[in-house]
């Protein structure tokens, strides 16, 4: 129950089950026994019951470890800063000051949409419905570096072979990189309009200049390419980048990859 009373440190302080801050914070029981285990965020107890309570300062822990998050610190990157034991309201002021700079990026994507939009709906009118004049501001706003973190904790190998890659790239290199995704975005977005089956032979040409960019960086197996497919479409940013070009693409773009995974890469 919200807010039961528990005994905790001799004296009697408000706690809430594990049921009770899934609820109120969003984040799942799973996730939270996770924190647990990792020592991220362990509760204040436990009851005779085996269920685990958290008081006031655990869940502005959580706070603290939900703002790091969504500024795209890893898990290890928040522990190291949540165990150095700066000032709490120091800590909430940078927080503030990178919400802002983040409220200031998403406005900017927020304009890179409509801007989309507008060219998508007047490329309508003129019977092409993947016209885009200037390719390269489909992605202003996006900060790609949001999934370094993550990308380091979960396959370290593969994040060192691609950043030994993309240390080597000048920004005109990375320049020409974005308007050939963009492009192949388009190209595939064409075929999705078209009709075109995902085995098609075209299609499946355009996949593998696409395999052959990823392997400028890494090379996935079958299961990883088909992995990195289906972020495609679980990932709130990739989707909407793919999605920006034509609605249901990363559908397409995911369904292509796999039959590409398994002709070619099994």
């Not at 593998?208 to 079958?222: E, S």
Request: with cysteine.
């Amino acid at each position: 129950m919200a807010g039961e009373t528990g005994q905790a440190m001799g004296g009697m302080t408000m706690a809430w089950s594990i049921a009770d801050v899934a609820r109120l914070s969003g984040v799942t029981s799973r996730t939270l026994r996770h924190y647990d285990e990792i020592g991220l965020l362990p509760p204040a107890w436990i009851g005779s019951n085996g269920h685990r309570y958290y008081e006031e300062a655990d869940l502005l822990r959580l706070q603290q470890i939900l703002l790091m998050r969504e500024l795209g610190l890893g898990l290890r990157e928040i522990a190291a800063v949540l165990d150095s034991q700066v000032d709490q309201v120091a800590m909430l002021r940078e927080h503030h000051r990178r919400l802002l700079v983040e409220q200031n990026r998403l406005a900017t994507l927020a304009r890179t949409v409509s801007r989309t939009i507008a060219e998508l709906e007047k490329g309508k009118d003129e019977g092409d419905m993947t016209k885009i004049n200037r390719p390269e501001n489909l992605f202003e706003g996006f900060d790609a570096s949001r999934y370094e973190a993550e990308a380091r904790e979960r396959w370290p190998h593969e994040y060192e072979q691609s950043r030994q890659f993309t240390d080597t790239l000048t920004a005109q290199d990375q320049e020409r990189m974005q308007r050939e995704t963009t492009a192949q975005m388009v190209r595939m977005a064409e075929f999705m309009a078209a009709g075109t089956p995902v085995s098609d032979p075209a299609v499946l040409t355009e996949v593998d200049a696409h395999y052959r960019g990823i392997c400028q960086f890494w090379t996935p197996n079958a299961a990883a390419y088909k992995g990195l497919g289906q972020t495609y479409v679980d990932d709130p940013q990739f989707r909407s980048a793919y999605d920006k070009v034509a609605a249901g693409l990363a559908e397409y773009q995911r369904d292509a990859m796999a039959v590409y995974a398994d002709a070619r890469l099994s």
